[in-house]
Structure formats: structure tokens, C-alpha cells
């Protein structure tokens, strides 16, 4: 998952200042890590723990309280509250790759997506965005192509990955919803030759940068099997130990490769 995380940390510094195009330096001295990290290692640990997603959901965020939260989580994750959030927005999607590595039926990967989810995004867009980005992360390190990826995707979840980066980058405007992110995240993704493509295109978008990165980032490193140590070393720089410990720990018990 530090493909997913490189992206939220390289797009950090772009979140609200946008920059329309694929021109910027990698690793900006303002880079850090933001909401997208702390809660993809949430449910990472989770995973590992068998712990409930919520319950490290909060505990991460009680760990890490100033990251860029949106309010409505913030609201959620301080109430301790059981109630689920009605939300749609793509917090569920940023955090979800984990699940894509840890489960190997596609059937599974989507019912752990849907329960990672629903603590905090229960509304259907929350889930499904949460459910198409780990099935993505899933078909990609089992070697699936990318025109199958994007014709699974587009059959279930019903998203048009029918655009291109060029077509869509004009427009674009900050979208924090999954229905309004996740697509575009994919099709960064499926029009990258490798990872450092994928999160220069998802951030040349513009909007919520560091989310479409950290997810259009996630599926790379599960397609492209590997993250460069011009990539990881800086990311792993930006982390704290117990951030590259869960990191460590879940590579060693589920690896990337192919």
C-alpha cells in the first residue's frame, strides 16, 4: 500500500492548490502525510488485528487527530458514536486498498470493502466507491489487463472510465464525493505506464488531489508490482515508526508481487 500512500504524500501540496498538469517536482520540501494515509493504515491494521474497521478507524485518527479530516468524519470519529455516517464521500475509497491485497476471491475483497466502509460511508455511492477501487487493487495484482479491469468496473459499478486525463482535466473542479473521483482516480490509472505516471496524472487533475493520487496510486502498485526506491525511500522518510512498522508488516504478509 505505498503506492497509495506515496500519492496522498507527493499530492499533499496540491490539495488546495491545484497545478493542470503533469509538469511539478515528485517530492515537494512541503510533502507530508494527510487523512489518506493514517486511515489506509488503519485498515491495514485492522486486516492484520481482525480488529473491528471502525474501532481502528477511531483509534488511528485519535493517534494522528490533526491530518486534514473531513468534518463529517472528524464529527463521527470524536462522537464514538456506533451510529454510521450517511456518507458518499471517497474517504471510503482513499483508505480501501489494503483489502484489494489481503483477499484473494474477488467476492471477498468487495465484502471486506463494503464492511471497511461502512463505519463512517454507508450511503450505496460510499460503498461502491470503496468496493470498485479495491476490486481494482484485487484484479491488478492477479494480472488481469487493463482493458479487463476497466470493462469489470464499468459493468458493475456502472462508472464511465469512457474519458480521457486530457478530456477531463479542463473542467475538473474539487469533487470530495466518490461518484465524483473515484472514475477519474481509474482512469489515471489505466492511461499511466507505471506508478509515478499513474500519480502524476490522478494529481494533473486538479480537485482533491492527494485522494485521487492515493487511490490511482494504490491500483499501480498492485498493477506494476513494484514501487521505486525513488518513490518509497522519501515516503518512508515522511513516516513515523510505528506508520513503517504496520508498512513492514503488512508487505511481509502480503506481498505485492505478482
Not at 35 to 47: K, M, N, P
Not at 55 to 64: C, F, P, S, T
Not at 179 to 204: C, K, N, W, Y
Amino acid at each position: 500500500m505505498i503506492g497509495a500512500i506515496a500519492g496522498d504524500i507527493i499530492g499533499s501540496v496540491y490539495e488546495g492548490h491545484n497545478i493542470k498538469s503533469t509538469d511539478f517536482p515528485l517530492f515537494d520540501p512541503r510533502c507530508h502525510f494527510t487523512d489518506d494515509t493514517v486511515l489506509t493504515l488503519a485498515i491495514a491494521d485492522a486486516i492484520m488485528t481482525g480488529e473491528d474497521y471502525g474501532v481502528k478507524l477511531r483509534e488511528w485518527y485519535e493517534l494522528y487527530p490533526e491530518r486534514g479530516y473531513g468534518s463529517g468524519f472528524r464529527k463521527w470519529a470524536a462522537s464514538g458514536r456506533e451510529t454510521p455516517r450517511h456518507s458518499f464521500g471517497n474517504g471510503s475509497a482513499m483508505r480501501v486498498s489494503p483489502v484489494g491485497f489481503a483477499f484473494d476471491t474477488l467476492k471477498r475483497v468487495r465484502e471486506e470493502a463494503r464492511k471497511s466502509a461502512e463505519p463512517s460511508h454507508n450511503h450505496p455511492e460510499g460503498i461502491k466507491g470503496a468496493q470498485a477501487v479495491a476490486a481494482s487493487v484485487f484484479l491488478a495484482r492477479k494480472g488481469f489487463s487493463k482493458p479487463y479491469i476497466k470493462n469489470y468496473i464499468e459493468s458493475t459499478f456502472s462508472y464511465d472510465l469512457n474519458r480521457t486525463i486530457d478530456a477531463i482535466r479542463p473542467v475538473y473542479r474539487f469533487d470530495a464525493s466518490c461518484q465524483g473521483s473515484v472514475p477519474e482516480a481509474i482512469i489515471a490509472f489505466l492511461e499511466s505506464t507505471d506508478i509515478e505516471g499513474a500519480i502524476r496524472l490522478a494529481i494533473s487533475l486538479g480537485g482533491d488531489s492527494d485522494t485521487i493520487a492515493c487511490i490511482a496510486g494504490g491500483i499501480a502498485e498492485a498493477y506494476y508490482a513494484d514501487v521505486p526506491d525513488y518513490i518509497s525511500v522519501p515516503v518512508l522518510r515522511l513516516l513515523d515508526d510505528r506508520q513503517r512498522s504496520i508498512l513492514s508488516t503488512f508487505k511481509g504478509m502480503y506481498p505485492s508481487t505478482k
